[in-house]
């Protein structure tokens, strides 16, 4: 099909084209194929109104949810072409930072396929998060382009005034088209501003934050230390949730909504606290189009459902008073009328207190429906931090566990792995995932774990040899493979792996050798202004030059950040892991989806009982997964108790008091920075706040009782088949079908 296409299309031979052409011309091809199935629609639609849309390349995705990836790479192959070499070629969309992002584009995935009208509306951002560089052991950014002239994205007339207070800026609106596996798709709809322009940046990902007209679009989550930076972000939100709301109600307008019934047209997921200022302007463009204040506050409140995604301080976000003023003056005033209104509650649960807006309070009260995204997460949530909203509206709370795509970290992560499991229970998994419980049968069997262990084996030398051509690094595919992929954050503790990693290069040091070979692999950014974050990454770097300059310890161990993570390093780094990292503090990590795309993989999981780790743990039973560390109770006590002391733990734990000691070692300090090293060494023994002191030594004998567990290799394979055979609960589309019939009603 593909070669017939192309030589009518470029008139030549598909043999003698170059890897360009037959990309671009592929783009084509595949935009044809996707105008051919259609798109939902329905007299309701969602619209999941999100800041981040991680949705990764497309081109081998939009291949595979069409069912032509198949025939395309035979038909490339027959002329002696790769579709790896070509998917190579397309730059990774820069719309997204971790496990919100991959959600969303998750969600959309699956819409699509379930057949529900759902449109993700989110901004399309010119440089995204930023590109991640290493220089001298740390991290630098750069901005990270991905725009072409062939792209996904479908220009519209579709264009709508916002705005501020002393200025408005023209929107455009770009539709990229969103597949569904063996179904019509849908879009993600991405605002862009008519005036921005990359030729304001400068050094690194430097720009001039007071530019408002020139850099409303240009990046993810702009540094927001400064007062600048803090306004820029709400310039930015407001302008995402002002063109979402007037695309909504024009589209429901279309549809044959009066708008007094909005409700039975439009439903709006707001995505954690980003979209939330979307209450307040849909409120004022029903007022706008004649509906009195009262009646459009209730009708936003039963066409508006909030996720939470968090239960971190700094996540949850209050938005000073005067920068809502000075941005969008009418808006903050129409937040004080719906302040009001919700006056009768606790003083707590107010959304204007003192001179902050506090962006959770707004979505709870005007919102039909509150949920969290695990079941602990829920339950703390309910019973712990919100508490008092929850008192006040029990029936809004609701618990929908995260889930990710099977046809994305499936098919087009782990090919050999979807093949067997195919060969095994047939194909129905990847549309009905409640399939893969067929595997169980296979637990005893032979063939079938020796199997997975090749294919593991397999995806080893797949990353060896893909990392060796990015970064240079030398991997052996018969070492263990421990991987902590994900954000860089203090609460998810990649500080506490790097401490356990210190441990076990002093003991071999000490002639204290591993039974095997260890890899440890990490993968993270950092916030551009998380100082302790850089840190962490500064010392994981400078453990990784240490290591790989010593003759004994890098016979035995081999320490790897890699350098820019994002969805493409993701499909292959995932598979080939064989433990998972899931060390979130108890209480602090909302669900993790990660953890679900490395099970799904064959990884096994190293955790606390925490998020969706609880629910993992259930599933596949205590002898299939590795759990440390104290409680989420125990935490949440020790926080309210004010009564944990690191520099305690510090004194009286030698394994502990050596691992933070070498921080600033001599031999680390001819590596790194003092400054640096030092402050995070400091952090440690007098701070500590998302305690890796306190669960170190359990975590320590945990993880050596996973590595010695590892050499009995068929029982260590049937860990691996009982945790992809469980992942069935963590579909996607499981948690949108639960969306759909129990919140969104499409």
């Not at 002329?79 to 990774?92: M, T, W």
């Not at 005893?444 to 397999?458: C, E, H």
């Not at 003991?507 to 950092?526: E, N, Q, S």
């Not at 600033?664 to 920075?673: E, F, R």
């Amino acid at each position: 099909m593909f070669n017939e296409y192309f030589e009518k299309t470029k008139g030549k031979p598909l043999s003698t084209a170059s890897d360009r052409d037959i990309y671009e011309s592929l783009l084509s091809f595949t935009a044809s194929h996707m105008q051919e199935r259609g798109y939902n629609a329905g007299k309701k639609k969602l619209y999941y109104i999100s800041a981040e849309f991680l949705i990764g390349k497309l081109l081998s995705s939009n291949l595979i949810n069409l069912g032509l990836y198949g025939a395309v790479a035979e038909e490339l192959k027959s002329v002696g072409k790769s579709l790896a070499d070509i998917e190579s070629i397309e730059p990774e969309p820069s719309l997204g930072n971790g496990g919100l992002g991959r959600l969303a584009a998750c969600f959309m995935d699956s819409a699509a396929t379930l057949g529900l009208p759902a449109d993700g509306v989110g901004l399309c951002y010119h440089c995204g998060l930023f590109a991640q560089k290493f220089k001298d052991n740390k991290q630098t950014e750069q901005p990270d382009y991905w725009i072409e002239d062939k792209n996904w994205l479908n220009r519209t007339d579709t264009q709508y005034a916002v705005k501020f207070k002393d200025f408005t800026l023209q929107s455009r609106l770009y539709d990229l088209t969103v597949t569904g596996y063996g179904n019509k798709s849908n879009r993600l709809r991405l605002f862009d501003a008519e005036t921005v322009s990359e030729s304001i940046i400068k050094d690194g990902i430097a720009f001039d934050k007071k530019d408002v007209d020139s850099n409303l679009t240009l990046f993810l989550y702009p540094d927001d230390s400064d007062d600048n930076g803090k306004k820029l972000r709400v310039y930015q939100q407001y302008f995402m949730v002002s063109c979402a709301a007037q695309l909504i109600l024009d589209e429901a307008v279309e549809r044959g909504s009066n708008l007094h019934d909005l409700a039975d047209f439009a439903v709006v997921q707001i995505n954690d606290t980003h979209p939330a200022m979307v209450i307040p302007e849909l409120v004022r463009l029903l007022t706008e189009r004649g509906i009195d204040f009262t009646e459009a506050a209730g009708i936003v409140r039963n066409v508006c459902a909030y996720t939470n995604h968090t239960i971190l301080a700094e996540a949850l976000e209050k938005w000073p008073v005067k920068y809502l003023e000075e941005a969008v003056p009418e808006i903050m005033q129409i937040t004080r009328r719906l302040d009001l209104m919700v006056k009768g509650a606790d003083e707590t649960c107010a959304i204007v207190q003192g001179d902050l807006v506090h962006m959770a309070h707004l979505a709870i009260h005007f919102s039909f429906s509150v949920n969290g995204v695990a079941a602990l997460h829920t339950e703390i949530l309910k019973n712990v931090e919100l508490k008092k909203f929850y008192d006040l509206y029990p029936d809004k709370f609701n618990n929908k566990t995260n889930g990710i795509t099977f046809r994305r970290w499936l098919i087009g992560a782990n090919p050999d792995l979807t093949e067997l499991i195919r060969s095994l229970t047939g194909d129905g998994f990847l549309t009905d995932a409640d399939r893969l419980k067929d595997l169980a049968m296979y637990e005893n069997d032979t063939d079938v774990l020796s199997a997975l262990d090749t294919i593991k084996t397999k995806n080893k030398l797949r990353l060896k040899e893909f990392l060796m051509k990015k970064e240079g690094v030398v991997l052996r595919e018969d070492s263990i493979f421990d991987i902590q992929a994900k954000r860089l954050h203090e609460y998810k503790r990649q500080q506490l792996n790097a401490l356990y990693i210190i441990k076990k290069y002093l003991d071999i040091k000490d002639g204290k050798y591993p039974d095997r070979h260890l890899t440890f692999i990490f993968a993270a950014k950092a916030a551009p202004s998380y100082v302790m974050a850089k840190d962490i990454i500064h010392l994981i770097l400078c453990l990784s030059k240490l290591v790989a300059a010593d003759p004994v310890a890098s016979k035995y161990m081999t320490v790897v950040m890699i350098e820019n993570y994002n969805v493409s390093v993701a499909e292959k780094l995932i598979p080939a892991c064989d433990i998972s990292e899931q060390i979130s503090l108890a209480s602090k990590e909302a669900s993790g989806t990660g953890n679900m795309k490395f099970m799904l993989n064959g990884a096994v999981t190293l955790g606390t009982l925490d998020g969706a780790n609880v629910e993992i743990a259930d599933f596949v039973g205590k002898d299939n997964i590795y759990i440390f560390g104290k409680s989420a109770k125990e935490v949440i006590d020790l926080y309210k108790s004010g009564r944990y002391n690191p520099r305690a733990l510090y004194s009286k734990n030698a394994d502990i008091r050596r691992a933070v000691d070498f921080i600033s070692d001599t031999a680390m300090l001819k590596i790194g920075d003092g400054t640096s090293l030092r402050r995070l060494q400091s952090d440690l023994i007098n701070k500590d706040y998302f305690m890796a002191l306190l669960d170190f030594e359990d975590y320590s004998k945990t993880k050596d009782k996973a590595f010695a567990d590892y050499e009995d290799r068929a029982a260590w394979a049937r860990k691996t088949l009982v945790n992809i055979s469980k992942a069935r609960y963590f579909s996607s589309d499981r948690t949108v079908s639960e969306y759909n019939r129990e919140i969104w009603k499409l």
